[in-house]
């Protein structure tokens, strides 16, 4: 594993948007590029990371829209029932269940928002539980109902109630999307740093964009050196419909 991944397996919490699917996508595809798993290299087709989506309440930002592109970066895709993979109906893949018990492969869950997504995670409580996991909470405090600490701890306690799992770690995400700075970083760490004194959990890291850090190295470095958590660089993957069209 490495000081981000601290168990093989990941699972990625929060409120909506909280930027949960880009994280978990830009986590898989670290985890691939590290070849953290056992099952080969690229070139023999084997999977180095697995992704789970299990986020059945979002019609769009879904990891599983991005199975191709991820497969040739050695991340396998698994998540509804193939009968139902365009819907949004609670059928979830049993190949999920292999997943978590596979331990050649470190596998990276994308849960859906809020304690309703939440609930679908606790179908697999006791395979997670036998398995091991590392539960992050992450938290965009540029968010609605996420920017006050009493907010984030509400919804992190609802989140841990309805999948009947702990949250391990909590991880600071706030941005604005492309239009995101260093400064939003430091601001949304600080409050998250803030709910951690409070809950006990501690922060495993913060985000900023690869463009901000390619712009601003320095502030990031200042960001991470003053508060002792390092820095996790994001590319932007999960592009909104009106984007999409625009690119094509």
């Known amino acids: 594993m490495n000081r ?31 070849g953290s798993g056992t099952g080969g290299g690229a070139g023999d087709g084997a999977p180095r990371a697995v992704l789970a989506d299990i986020d059945i309440l979002k019609p769009m930002f879904r990891s599983r829209e991005l199975s191709a592109q991820l497969a040739a970066m050695g991340v396998r895709v698994v998540s509804s029932a193939p009968t139902y993979e365009m819907a949004d109906v609670p059928a979830l893949s049993p190949a999920i269940y292999g997943a978590i018990e596979d331990k050649s492969v470190p596998l990276v869950m994308d849960v859906g928002g809020d304690d309703d997504g939440a609930r679908a995670l606790g179908r697999f409580r006791s395979h997670l539980e036998r398995a091991g996991y590392d539960m992050l909470y992450v938290v965009n405090t540029l968010r609605p109902f996420s920017s006050e600490p009493e907010e984030i701890i509400t919804m992190l306690r609802a989140v841990e109630s309805a999948s009947r799992l ?44 690869r463009g901000a850090a390619q712009s601003f190295p320095e502030s990031v470095r200042r960001i991470s050196l003053d508060s002792g958590i390092p820095e996790f660089v994001i590319d932007r993957l999960v592009l909104p419909p009106w984007e999409r069209l625009r690119e094509e």
């Open 4 to 34: 981000f991944a601290l168990s093989r397996v990941t699972v990625f919490v929060g409120a909506f948007g909280s930027g949960k699917t880009e994280l978990a996508l830009n986590f898989a595809i670290r985890l691939a590029n590290a």
């Open 166 to 209: 702990s949250c391990t770690a909590l991880v600071s995400n706030t941005n604005l999307g492309a239009a995101s700075t260093t400064e939003e970083a430091r601001t949304g760490l600080d409050t998250v740093r803030h709910v951690s004194g409070k809950v006990g959990i501690p922060v495993r890291f913060f985000t900023v964009s």
